[in-house]
């Protein structure tokens, strides 16, 4: 996928690369761009799953005592800040914890 990025970036099309990243991993806008721009820099696809682990353990006690509170939509919020996921995958990640 970085090949494709790259291609595109050098294409000047750097909102399809941002898609295509989207699209093949599910991240969120900001870290699709933030990828796209570490690609283009010469740099590899940033380790996403791990980056999302460290931010989530460090407020998944705060999330865990909203969703107890039935706090739903501060949790995803809280979600979206740490992560950087879209609403859709804040809300998959709520549901899943």
């Known amino acids: 996928m970085e090949y494709e990025v ?3 970036v050098r294409a000047g099309r750097k909102i399809e690369a941002v898609k295509l990243v989207r699209e ?3 991240l969120g806008l900001k870290e699709a761009l933030d990828a796209v721009e570490a690609i283009a820099a010469g ?3 940033p380790d996403i799953k791990r ?3 460290a931010s989530i353990g460090d407020a998944r006690a705060e ?3 909203l969703k107890a509170r039935g706090q ?3 949790a995803i ?4 800040q740490v992560t950087g996921l879209g609403l859709k995958e804040a809300k998959d990640l709520y549901e899943a914890l």
């Open 77 to 80: 919020k809280l979600i979206r």
């Open 6 to 8: 790259m291609e595109l």
């Open 72 to 74: 739903a939509i501060p």
């Open 43 to 45: 740099g590899r696809m």
């Open 51 to 53: 980056q999302r682990a």
């Open 24 to 26: 093949r991993t599910g």
């Open 63 to 65: 999330i865990m005592a």
